[in-house]
Nanobody, 123 residues
């Protein structure tokens, strides 16, 4: 069983930065593709970024390219999302997700989810 626990959310002013972390339990972390999704109130859960098991390839939603960076440390069973130049449109609950395959862009393709962490960007 794989459990994911996000941390690092909070309140930040527009233009600021936050780094989210997602710690995974289990011995198979380095076999997992990892991703971040986000969900704003009243909206669907949207893809933000994903990374392959090795960290060799990363993928981003157009809305965050150039501002967000996904990375992972397989020695710590942790994936990160560095978020810079944040704007009010980035306000959402951010979820970490995992799957035993190549990264994917839709929530239904992921088997494991964290509980989410709130990110609020004030203008």
């Amino acid at each position: 069983q794989i459990q994911l626990v996000e941390s690092g959310g909070g309140l930040v002013q527009a233009g600021g930065s936050l780094r989210l972390s997602c710690a995974a339990s289990g011995r198979t972390f380095d076999a997992l593709a990892m991703a971040w999704f986000r969900q704003a109130p009243g909206k669907e859960r949207d893809f933000v970024a994903a990374i392959t098991w090795s960290g060799g390839r990363t993928y981003y939603a157009d809305s965050v390219k150039g501002r967000f960076t996904i990375s992972r440390d397989n020695t710590k069973n942790t994936v990160y999302l560095q978020m810079n130049s944040l704007g009010p449109e980035d306000t959402a609950v951010y979820y970490c997700a995992a799957r035993f395959s190549a990264p994917a862009g839709t929530p239904s393709e992921y088997d494991y989810w964290g509980q989410g962490t709130q990110v609020t960007v004030s203008s």
